[in-house]
């Protein structure tokens, strides 16, 4: 049996970097990252590339996460600061440096703890869990398992609690006289990852349970359950270890040739992740199929390579099927001094995993937690008596203690920080309702002066959007549905143009208005705004087969865009309201009113300046009403 794989509580990408969509929120996300706003954006950025690049780029992940915890601890982000260091460990574990791993979990779970998140600390411990696992120290590892699962079913945390089980079940698979206890443990969390439809869960789970099933000669079943594994695990940086288990059935099977295949994908795969861990059991994989097949040359080869991996990594495990399988190979070469030596080196590391007391330990260590269990429940029904009694004496002496001065005192203080904090509270929601109606720019300059100047722009990009078929859709809709629908859409349009440091303008009925360049002007905005109305398009497209599954009436959506001068203002003594003028507004309505539902139609002004970076077609010269021809474009997608 390989060794047991098991779950780090983070969640995988299952998808592909190469694909337009996830390039297109890599781009938005690196957007975010470039702005120079050192804010908790641009943190929670960051750790969402990261994560991004854990199944193809291992550097970089850790790369980002490090920028990540510069910029957290600097704002006191608490849990940006917690995740940056998860996250770097995470990176560092996938590159099979233990040592360094370790230490910034257990910074992760300083924070965790100070905060009070006992969801992340289960998370790390479980984490923490699966370094000693592959170390080979289960007793260590399977005390941070059973820690963490004590606390995912205090807080009723499903994903956790999955999570748990089936490491507690992989320490328990590889011990011969523990396989019940395993499949007990494996099948219950098996049940609950497929009732929350985690892929990462599903995948791990399913391949120790197949494991299990090929320790015991059932092939059927062993195939079986890595076969849904890897239709999880696809994709992520967890494939290569599914990969090897099947190569390893398909050997069992005696199809040789269909195992290398399969072994040769695993190895692959975990090179293009610099993924050390599953690079040696991929390489033992090999050889035990080339042994298998009778080719001694390149199952040694690729032993000795594994041998040196293994070495870097201090994996145990690793180290005893090399050594298992050197032995093995050098008897059949005949090369007896070569066999003795890795036949001394094998009995030596099966010293190390498979002492009694390591046994002995593991069944203390679930006797200890059962009854720290059973007794938690006890202590919700009855309090200790003992306990009582000093607490009651406590508040005895409390309240007798300084009643007369220090109650004066209380009362002044009380009155103070009250009243201060109720000033500082109205004073930040009128400034956050400012900034409701404003950009911040303007509204500060508002606030000092008690005006706003009007501005001219040399060069904005205007976005509008208009519901084609919102009559039809109104007349099926109740008010109220009406107007929770539209405040649906109105809302993502919001954290869209948000994230591409786009100023919303106004809404008018079903019309939405927007602009980049302003109030502060760059130089990127056309193409922030042809990217946020390729979402924009793709929220709507997404929303409307949501509701044709649901037998509901939808919104297709009409967009255009143009770019040129603009003069912007505030206007308004009353109900301020910040707006744009010039005939760069009307052309980009007219690019709104001759467009077609689901495209993005820009004005040549704008395509001249967006041309090298996404791709376009030419629709010709189209008449648009009061202003005669104008060449127009469908916006299509990146380069």
């Known amino acids: 049996m390989n060794k047991i794989f098991v779950l780090t509580c983070l969640l995988c990408i299952a998808f592909s970097l190469n694909s337009t969509a996830q390039g297109n929120e890599i781009d938005s996300l690196k957007a975010i990252v470039n702005n120079g706003k050192n804010d908790t954006n641009t943190v929670n950025a960051l750790l969402e590339l990261a994560t991004k690049y854990l199944s193809t780029n291992v550097q970089l992940t850790i790369d980002y996460a490090e920028q990540a915890n510069v910029l957290s601890k600097k704002l006191r982000h608490s849990n940006g600061y917690a995740l940056s260091y998860k996250t770097i460990a995470r990176g560092q574990f996938t590159q099979g440096d233990y040592v360094k791993a370790l230490q910034n979990y257990e910074y992760s779970l300083a924070v965790y703890d100070s905060i ?20 080979g120290d289960d007793v260590k590892a399977l005390e941070l398992f059973l820690k963490s699962l004590k606390i995912a079913e205090e807080i009723n945390d499903t994903l956790r609690m999955v999570t748990c089980m089936g490491n507690v079940g992989a320490v328990y698979a590889l011990k011969t006289t523990t396989y019940k206890e395993a499949l007990s443990y494996l099948l219950r969390a098996y049940t609950l990852s497929e009732a929350i439809k985690d892929d990462n869960s599903i995948g791990a789970i399913t391949v120790n349970i197949g494991e299990i099933y090929y320790a015991d000669g059932k092939l059927d079943s062993a195939l079986y359950y890595y076969e849904i594994s890897l239709k999880s695990v696809e994709g992520t940086e967890n494939e290569p270890y599914t990969l090897n288990d099947i190569g390893q059935v398909y050997m069992a099977q005696k199809d040789y040739e269909k195992a290398i295949v399969i072994q040769r994908r695993a190895y692959m795969k975990s090179r293009s992740l610099e993924a050390k861990s599953d690079i040696a059991i991929s390489l033992i994989g090999l050889a035990n199929s080339y042994l298998a097949k009778g080719d001694l040359s390149p199952a040694i080869s690729s032993l000795h390579e594994a041998e040196v991996i293994s070495n870097e990594i201090g994996s145990n495990y690793s180290l ?294 996404f791709k376009c077609f030419h629709r010709g010269k189209i008449k648009a009403k009061n202003k005669g021809e104008i060449d127009m474009y469908f916006v299509e997608g990146l380069v």
């Open 116 to 135: 009070g998140d006992k969801k992340g600390s289960a998370n790390i411990l479980s984490n923490m869990g699966n370094i000693f696992f592959n170390k």
């Open 320 to 613: 005893r099927d090399v050594y298992t399988g050197l032995s093995k190979a050098y008897t059949q070469q005949k090369d007896f001094g070569n066999a003795n030596k890795y036949l001394n080196l094998l009995v030596a590391i099966k010293d190390t995993l498979f002492n009694e007391d390591s046994r002995k330990k593991l069944g203390t260590l679930q006797f200890t937690f059962d009854i720290e269990k059973k007794q938690g429940q006890i202590n919700l029904l009855t309090k200790d008596q003992e306990l009582k009694e000093k607490e009651l004496s406590r508040q005895r002496l409390v309240r007798n203690s300084f009643i007369g001065g220090f109650a004066v005192v209380l009362i002044f203080a009380g009155i103070f920080f009250r009243q201060r904090n109720r000033i500082s509270k109205e004073k930040k929601r009128s400034d956050e309702l400012l900034l409701n109606i404003l950009p911040e720019e303007t509204a500060e300059e508002l606030k000092a002066t008690g005006t706003a100047k009007t501005k001219s722009f040399e060069s904005v990009s205007v976005l509008f959007t208009d519901f084609k078929n919102f009559t039809q859709a109104s007349e099926l809709l109740s008010a109220e549905d009406l107007v929770q629908e539209i405040n649906y859409c109105y809302s993502a349009f919001d954290e869209i143009v948000t994230r591409h440091n786009i100023e919303k303008i106004k809404t008018i009925g079903d019309a939405y208005m927007c602009a980049g360049g302003l109030p502060v002007s760059n130089t990127s905005h056309p193409e922030d705004v042809v990217r946020a109305g390729l979402e924009m398009q793709e929220f709507i497209e997404r929303n409307k087969r949501e509701r044709i599954q649901k037998n509901q009436p939808y919104f297709e959506l009409r967009l255009g865009i143009h770019t040129g001068p603009v003069v912007a203002g505030v206007v308004g003594s009353k109900k301020f309201a910040y707006d744009i003028w010039g005939d760069t507004v009307n052309t980009a309505s007219r690019m709104e009113s001759s467009g077609e539902t689901g495209k993005v139609n820009i004005s040549g002004e704008t395509h001249e300046l967006i041309k090298e970076k």
